[in-house]
């Protein structure tokens, strides 16, 4: 867990591009790479491990769960599955940005091109040269190291503030947009984070961080050299004076999870505004109303946590109160999708409906109307999605989707009464066509229903309760179950 126990930092995953702009890959047959593809896919695919003794050696593992190594005489393999001494490396930090990788055991560098990959030089020349391509999904919250808070878009003063001890609501949301080497800082409401702390509709110049790693943090430096950080009182994030970066230039990178609100059969939300008795009675919909759903790994019952970081839990007589501070059975509940509306089902085999005074309680034994609830997400207004072979994107030539490319496109969410609608290029929506193929220039929306099957992944139902699903590189509307083609990363 982080320092202030909200989220799990996100594993560091990138691609590392070579002066030839080509990506090290790890292939699938004899334990070899190169340095010979043109985009970041799943064996371009990099995770790095940090030494547990010594923080600055680091380990490269690949897809394949096997680690990069050199030998003595600078062969390069990626066949080894435990740490060893070959597989040792150090990150020679660029003023650029990129990185200069160096064999701690043998103090040489590594570089190539295509398939003549070796670690054997001793100087640095532009063939030793990787720039970082993160292949984390691009959506996450931003701790800063220093002041164990959160960046959000603060609307009044139109900047980012480095001040919410959870990353709660949308305006915590920040979307890592990579361009030409260098990544923005993308807000909510669609502004780029400039240098200078202002934000701006346009991507310019003053927008482009090359992204650095220390201690398994990251620093933003932008393009006068110098690093972001939170500054005076509300920690406005903005470049400050140092060219190094200490730790309050540091961040972390945690994921972002869905938060929703509820609405009971009363058309009332589920509030905790009362106290600690969860009740369905309020009209509008505020932090108090709003909830973290975080999927047990192993379970994949969902936990709903407040603001103020307690869980729903299960007490005597079937209530439901925010009193559990840590996970446990009764504060894991089942959820049944259904469409347009989900029931919930609490470690007593009950159903929660919602009281004639509006509190919460587990105590029906089957689901009707009374149990049915309306889940609304509400922090992905901008959904990027990524499935098993890549991202989701518009076909260039075509009104169809495809599932499996490098880069992303945005689109825009809209809910409707339990279900939601897709935006694409143009404001044209998304609809299945009569051959089961997801299309994106539909003049009128069509309903889609999200189910959170998983940790990090949701499933996408058309109107006709087949799944969304990646077959062939194109997005289809045809899956009859959630298999792995059929769970998004988003």
Not at 20 to 30: D, V
Not at 475 to 486: E, H, I, M, Q
Request: with cysteine; glycine share 8%.
């Amino acid at each position: 867990m982080p320092t202030n126990g909200t989220n799990c930092p996100l594993k560091l995953q990138f691609g590392l591009i070579n002066h030839e702009s080509c990506y090290l890959t790890a292939e699938a047959f004899g334990f070899k790479v190169n340095a010979s593809a043109p985009s970041l896919k799943r064996k371009q695919v990099w995770t790095l491990e940090q030494d547990s003794q010594v923080p600055q050696v680091v380990y490269f593992r690949s897809h394949r769960g096997r680690y990069l190594a050199s030998d003595k005489d600078g062969k390069v393999t990626c066949e080894a599955e435990v740490q060893n001494t070959d597989c040792r490396f150090l990150i020679v930090a660029q003023s650029d940005g990129r990185w200069a990788l160096q064999s701690e055991p043998y103090l040489r560098f590594f570089g190539g091109s295509w398939d003549n990959l070796s670690c054997f030089t001793q100087v640095i020349t532009e063939a030793e040269l990787w720039a970082v391509h993160l292949a984390l999904h691009p959506q996450a919250n931003l701790l800063s190291m220093a002041r164990k808070r959160y960046a959000h878009l603060s609307p009044r003063n139109g900047e980012i503030t480095v001040d919410r001890k959870i990353p709660w609501g949308v305006a915590a949301l920040l979307t890592l947009v990579y361009l030409d080497g260098k990544y923005r800082l993308k807000t909510c409401d669609s502004r780029y984070l400039v240098n200078d702390g202002k934000l701006s509709a346009e991507s310019g110049r003053g927008t482009g961080y090359t992204l650095e790693l220390k201690c398994g943090k990251l620093a933003f430096k932008d393009c006068e050299g110098k690093y972001l950080s939170p500054m005076g009182p509300t920690g406005t994030l903005r470049s400050g004076r140092c060219s190094k970066p200490g730790k309050d230039e540091l961040f972390d990178l945690e994921e972002s999870h869905p938060q929703v609100v509820l609405m009971a059969a009363n058309s009332k939300y589920v509030s905790i505004r009362q106290g600690v008795s969860i009740s369905a009675n309020q009209e509008d919909e505020t932090d108090l109303e709003t909830f973290q759903m975080e999927i047990d790994k192993e379970s994949r019952k969902c936990l709903f946590r407040t603001n103020e970081g307690k869980y729903w839990a299960l007490v005597a007589h079937g209530g439901i109160q925010t009193t559990a501070t840590e996970r446990s059975a009764n504060t894991m509940f089942a959820v049944e999708w259904m469409g347009r509306r989900v029931a919930l089902q609490a470690s007593n085999g009950k159903y929660i409906c919602a009281k004639k005074n509006g509190q919460l309680a587990a105590v029906s034994d089957t689901v009707g109307e009374d149990e049915k609830l309306v889940l609304k997400l509400i922090n992905r207004p901008m959904l990027i999605l990524r499935g098993e072979n890549g991202f989701i994107c518009h076909h260039k030539n075509s009104n169809m989707l495809d599932a499996n490319r490098s880069v992303y496109d945005i689109f825009t969410l809209h809910f409707s009464d339990g279900a939601y609608h897709i935006k694409g290029e143009g404001g044209r929506f998304w609809y299945v066509n009569s051959s089961g193929l997801v299309c994106s220039d539909g003049e009128t929306p069509d309903d889609f229903s999200f189910e959170f099957l998983e940790h990090g992944r949701i499933s996408i139902r058309d109107k006709n309760g087949r799944y969304l699903r990646g077959q062939g590189g194109t997005l289809k509307g045809d899956g009859a179950t959630p298999d792995s083609s059929a769970l998004w990363e988003y």
